[in-house]
């Protein structure tokens, strides 16, 4: 939204007093709202000169341009002349007639509409067609007051003061030299008066500190005393859908004269970001731009004519639409109208989406004698629904779902009579109807002044904060330390005490407040156990060269299928997603780190040694998941990680890539697992290679996947066949667990032992390892010793059905010193428990 | 569109029976041959639709084969010892080992996550964790925005056809912490929390935009909390993260579920400037504002005894400025060459 600072000041001139751009561009970001942008058009009219033209003569060259002769009355310097001390101007333009009054851009000046895009053109004495111009004529468009460029700017509404001889300040009186600035209309969201020139001038004022007054007109309605026209028509307008349109105003007009309007309302409405149409469209963005009370005109002969009756036929006002109604907008835009929009009706046929937009047929155009003006005030949820489904933002529909006052509906019917009144000699036709049942001023709200202060961190006395509400035109009454306060009609933002506080805040300004830390108890601030354990695996994996990644919470479907996974039937799916690949909620981490593989391999992102460990930490969802005491779908906390070796990196590692990752589970976690196959698990179907996965149990519970992709995810992925992974539940995962408890450190040496067993193939690594340390360890606590396993080789003689395991065995005493003989005796209990009790045989 | 669910369900058949060396021969079966052929007879408003299905039976063929022979090339694998901590007959330098150290990194938005709540929980403040799906109670009715208010459209949520929301914002834990600790004011104690945590917004990407990225929370709630104590909450954080005086100030903004509502800038770290022009002297960074006496009310919380504020603002942000990182898509590129800088 744009607002003119000349505008503001026509209102309030004491806005033009002692007031300097920068320093309230300044104050309005400090008490206001953010400025996005600054138009400046303060210095671009420095050249601009009014002149008569004397005369008009064909150019001798060419056929459309003219020669003319201008009198500036010796205004500027430097400028051939003829003997009269004329200048002569080449001008193309096919309204220039002797006679006339116009402004010269004299050689020199910069052309103000090149001024302001930054692409300065400025003027010089050249020869057009073998005759020297001194400078232009300026048209609307150069003079940046509108697009209008089929000619000269005609100063005719100045001409008879020009031909007195009088002093005429033509750029002063047009409100040229303005200060635009534009700010984000999210910012006033809650502000229904500041998408109104007239509610931020005030604002101004209040920051100021300087009383603002509306005008009488808006504060105090006048009579609606407009001439009337000879002919009276009747309407009958009927509002069925009062709970929907709180207020509806329409009044007829005759006797309109279509043309363009007033040059200096044609400049504002430009400068402002609405495009100039003719007197009574531009009166109707005028005076929404002023107030922000949208309203529209339409023709009402053809309102009539659509509604296909007679002269005081009309049936008139707003309904809902009916399904499968349609209706054609302005700017040929056709739509199909929804039960919940809603329409203005003439006899039953919708003339307008309400709120919104108008209707192409009974548009205003040059052939409008008669206007039936609308003006009403629409529930700005309806109009926001409408405005979001027909994808229709326009300026009417931006003020109505900011809850516009219904008090202000006949200022702006009174204001918009008066300057058709005015420029297009209109005439009222019908009575001024008003259909307003409730009338809703706000309330007035009582505050304790330690309800402010204490808010804001302030000591401001009672008067002090009357005076600022008063500036900006709230009622105020102080009784001691209670404070009264009745917002103006147009404020129907403030209804509670803290929306008071920050008007006092704000209109004080924020620098004012003093700038302390609260005084609280030196309590604990608790710490999160799974911030604390993601930090953990964070920084082991750092110590083990992988790198931490983040990819999206949302995958394609594409990718899910390949590992084996239904989207529709496993995930949640976004509806509204403007990229395809964000279409669902992901139910495991490893296709998304999966993806990440081949891209890195490629560009040999590891370097020349390229193999690398990706790991992130996210969260998965399924889509049946719901925590029944929050009807929330469960976020599950998760560990994935991918290790992957490109052909050459791989050759330092024999064996399958299932152990690299199995090596990097157990490390992180300090635990050992048990591992068993995975046939059930459903997410592990087609993600992982069932010969080379396992599920991965800690304590009887269930805690992830582990193992190598599965060959149509290598082949679809690219991935290197040196590739492994895991995902695990973090809530499952018991870090560091498996740790044993400290033990006193011995004086005595102690002595190892080797042992290699040979399993013929029905016994896992696991099974044999675990017999063996809690075997030794039984039988050295029996002589008070300590023994410590640590696993060795395991080894298949080339085409033997058998594995061999073995073990270094360390024994150790707290009180002696231990013989070979006593270890080798404990060696040779082991020996024939795991040949009697286990299958095991030893290999020598 | 039935002739292809019954060749589906002969060739499913034929396939099943087939010997193991001769599965590969239903690629090439008459029936998908003859298929074919129809689609010249179809009419033509359902002509398309017929070539798709034809051509979702065939993949679906093809992925039986797939299937198999995936299945079969498994069971010709020679099984492992899923138990043991490395591979038969690996010799000793061969094993499993973890990369160089130097290889290592931590993502720098998890890394500087952590930065910010070491000074936030320093400052007595609790770190909490946001969602990834949510719902619209949490990411606007309880946060006072109105059902079909104008202001829900300034956040532009992924929305799940089930009508979950993903959090656009932090603020969605906002109910859920105060009504949570509720019993802490009762003590006389001030609730103060932070949530960083990922965040999403439904908007096309560029080297500024992402959909997806990182936000921070910070709740306080006491007995007469104010304006001045948020101002000097949010300066003492900046001028600790930066490790210089910083000061911060205010200007107006609306946010539902703050009122009054500010955004925040803070006096340019010199770290960060690059001259003293009035641009480079202030740097915006979030929003914050008083706690509306609605959110309190909704979580249980008596807004006529007890204030509150609330702030918030990216870190993506504060990342690319401190290392100068051009492209926010960085951050999600999972690219090594990114990732080892940190």
Same mark, same amino acid.
């Given at each position: ?151 000269? *700017?005609?100063?005719?509404?100045? %001409?008879?003061?020009?031909? #007195?001889?009088?002093? +005429?300040?033509? @750029? /002063? $009186?047009?409100? =040229? ?113 002023? *107030?922000?009370?949208?309203?529209? %005109?339409?023709?009402?002969? #053809?309102?009539?004519? +659509?509604?296909? @009756? /007679? $002269?005081?036929? =009309? ?530 | ?342």
């Amino acid at each position: 939204m744009k607002f003119s600072l000349k505008l503001a000041q026509f209102y309030n001139p004491d806005l033009a007093k002692g007031v300097n751009d920068d320093d309230l561009i300044s104050k309005f970001g400090k008490q206001l709202g953010a400025i996005e942008t600054v138009e400046s058009y303060r210095e671009i009219y420095h050249g601009v000169r009014t002149v008569k033209v004397v005369s008009v003569k064909p150019h001798p060259n060419a056929d459309k341009l003219k020669v003319c002769l201008v009198d500036d009355k010796a205004a500027v310097k430097d400028v051939d002349r003829d003997d009269n001390g004329l200048v002569r101007v080449v001008c193309g333009a096919p309204n220039v007639r002797a006679g006339m009054w116009a402004l010269w851009l004299p050689p020199g000046s910069t052309v103000p509409e090149s001024a302001m895009t930054n692409k300065e053109f400025k003027l010089e004495a050249r020869e057009l067609r073998g005759v020297v111009s001194s400078g232009m004529l300026a048209s609307e468009r150069e003079l940046a007051i509108s697009e209008e460029h089929d000619g000269i *700017l005609d100063l005719a509404e100045f %001409a008879d003061r020009l031909e #007195k001889g009088d002093n +005429v300040d033509v @750029v /002063g $009186e047009l409100g =040229l030299t303005d200060l635009v600035l534009d700010f984000e209309n999210k910012m006033f969201t809650h502000r229904p008066d500041c998408f109104g020139n007239l509610g931020i001038a005030r604002e101004l004022a209040g920051i100021y500190g300087k009383e603002h007054e509306s005008p009488d007109w808006y504060i105090d309605l006048p009579d609606f005393d407009f001439a009337k026209s000879e002919s009276q028509s009747s309407v009958e307008v009927v509002n069925s859908i009062h709970n929907l349109v709180p207020r509806f105003m329409a009044v007829a007009l005759d006797s309109v004269e279509i043309k363009s309007s007033p040059t200096w309302l044609k400049a504002y409405i430009y400068r402002l970001g609405y495009k100039p149409v003719n007197n009574v469209v531009d009166a109707t963005n005028y005076v929404m731009h002023l *107030l922000g009370q949208p309203m529209h %005109a339409f023709d009402y002969d #053809k309102l009539l004519k +659509v509604a296909g @009756v /007679g $002269e005081g036929e =009309l049936q008139f006002g707003p309904d809902l639409a009916s399904q499968g109604e349609s209706i054609e907008l302005l700017g040929d835009k056709k739509i199909k109208l929804h039960k919940d929009d809603i329409v203005i009706r003439a006899n039953g046929k919708a003339v307008a989406l309400g709120g919104i937009m108008g209707g192409k047929l009974t548009e205003v155009d040059s052939g409008t004698t008669r206007v039936l003006l609308e003006c009403a005030t629409f529930n700005m949820y309806s109009v926001r629904r409408s405005s979001m489904r027909h994808g229709l933002f326009t300026d009417a529909a931006i003020r109505y779902t900011k809850n516009q006052s219904t008090e202000q509906n006949d200022r702006a019917v009174w204001y918009f009579t008066k300057l058709l009144a005015g420029y297009a000699g209109a005439k009222l036709c019908s009575n001024l109807y008003d259909l307003h049942k409730n009338s809703s001023k706000p309330d007035p709200i009582g505050i304790d002044l330690d309800f402010i202060n204490l808010r804001l961190g302030l000591k401001l006395e009672p008067s002090e904060i009357a005076k600022l509400l008063q500036n900006v035109e709230f009622r105020v009454t102080v009784s001691g330390e209670s404070i009264e306060v009745t917002p103006p009609f147009w404020r129907t933002d403030v209804k509670i005490a803290e929306d008071v506080v920050e008007e006092v805040g704000r209109l004080n300004g924020y620098d004012k407040i003093p700038v302390l830390l609260p005084v609280r108890a030196a309590t604990v601030a608790s710490s999160n156990q799974l911030i604390i354990n993601k930090q953990q695996i964070r920084t082991r994996l750092e110590q083990m060269g992988a790198n931490e990644l983040l990819t999206y919470s949302f995958v394609k479907g594409d990718v899910l299928k390949q590992a084996g996974i239904d989207p529709d039937e496993t995930c949640f799916e976004i509806r509204n997603a403007l990229s395809p690949s964000l279409r669902y909620y992901r139910p495991t981490l490893l296709p998304s780190l999966l993806e990440k593989v081949h891209p890195n391999i490629k560009l040999q992102a590891g370097g020349v040694d390229n193999k690398f460990a990706l790991y992130e930490l996210g969260k998965t969802h399924i889509k049946d998941a719901i925590d029944e005491a929050t009807g929330l779908p469960i976020e599950n906390h998760r560990l994935a990680l991918v290790f992957s070796a490109d052909q050459k990196s791989a050759l330092s590692y024999s064996g399958a890539a299932y152990y690299q990752a199995n090596h990097y589970l157990e490390t992180i976690a300090g635990a050992v697992f048990e591992y068993r196959s995975i046939g059930g698990t459903p997410l592990a179907s087609k993600l992982f290679e069932p010969a080379r996965a396992a599920e991965v149990w800690q304590s009887g519970e269930f805690v992830g996947v582990l193992g190598q992709p599965s060959r149509s995810l290598l082949k679809s992925l690219k991935l290197p066949g040196f590739t492994s992974m895991f995902e695990v539940d973090l809530d499952m995962l018991n870090l560091g667990g498996a740790k044993e408890a400290y033990r006193p450190i011995s004086n005595f040496p102690g002595l190892t032992q080797d042992v290699t067993l040979s399993s013929m193939g029905n016994s896992t690594w696991a099974d044999v390892t675990k017999f063996v340390t809690n075997r030794i360890s039984t039988l050295a606590a029996k002589q008070s010793l300590h023994a410590s396993v640590e696993p060795g080789d395991i080894y298949s003689p080339d085409g033997a059905v058998s594995t061999n395991y073995s073990y270094k065995i360390s024994f150790v005493s707290m009180s002696r010193t231990l013989t070979t003989g006593e270890v080798g005796d404990l060696m040779t209990s082991l020996v024939r428990a795991a040949e009697q009790e286990f299958d095991l045989k030893v290999m020598s | 569109m039935k002739e292809i669910e019954q060749a589906r369900v002969q060739l499913r058949a034929r396939f099943d029976k087939l010997n193991d060396d001769d599965k590969r021969t239903i690629l090439r079966a008459p029936e998908l041959r003859d298929l074919f052929a129809m689609i010249g007879s179809i009419e033509p408003a359902s002509k398309a639709q017929f070539g798709q299905n034809i051509n979702k039976l065939k993949q679906d063929v093809a992925g039986w084969v797939d299937d198999y022979e995936s299945a079969a090339e498994s069971r010709q694998l020679k099984p492992i010892d899923i138990t043991a901590p490395w591979d038969i007959n690996t010799a000793s330098d061969k094993r499993p080992a973890s990369l160089p150290a130097a290889y290592g990194s931590q993502h720098p938005l998890t890394k500087e996550m952590q930065i910010i709540s070491d000074i936030y929980l320093r400052m007595g403040f609790e770190v909490h964790q946001s969602r990834e799906i949510d719902n619209e109670f949490n990411m606007f009715t309880s946060l006072n925005f109105p059902q079909d208010h104008p202001a829900r459209d300034d956040y532009d949520t992924f929305v799940t056809k089930d009508g979950y929301i993903a959090p656009a914002h932090t603020s969605t834990m906002q109910h859920r912490i105060i009504s949570g600790s509720r019993a802490k004011l009762e003590k006389g104690l001030p609730i103060a929390a932070i949530v960083p945590d990922r965040v999403f917004r439904n908007e096309d990407v560029d080297a500024t935009h992402e959909h997806t990225f990182y936000q921070i929370e910070g709740i306080y709630v006491d007995k007469g909390a104010n304006v001045g104590h948020l101002i000097a909450t949010l300066k003492t954080y900046m001028s600790e993260y930066y490790g210089q005086e910083l000061n911060v100030k205010i200007q107006p903004f609306y946010f539902p579920f703050t009122e009054p509502s500010f955004e925040f800038a803070i006096e340019r770290p010199a770290r960060l400037k690059k001259d003293d022009t009035e641009e480079q002297k202030w740097l915006e960074l979030g929003g914050c504002g008083m706690i509306h006496p609605n959110v309190l009310k909704q979580a249980g919380v008596d807004p006529s005894i007890y204030t509150g504020f609330a702030w918030g603002f990216g870190i993506e942000r504060m990342v690319m400025m401190k290392y100068s990182i051009e492209d926010i898509r960085h951050f999600m590129s999972g690219k090594l060459n990114f990732l080892r800088q940190f």
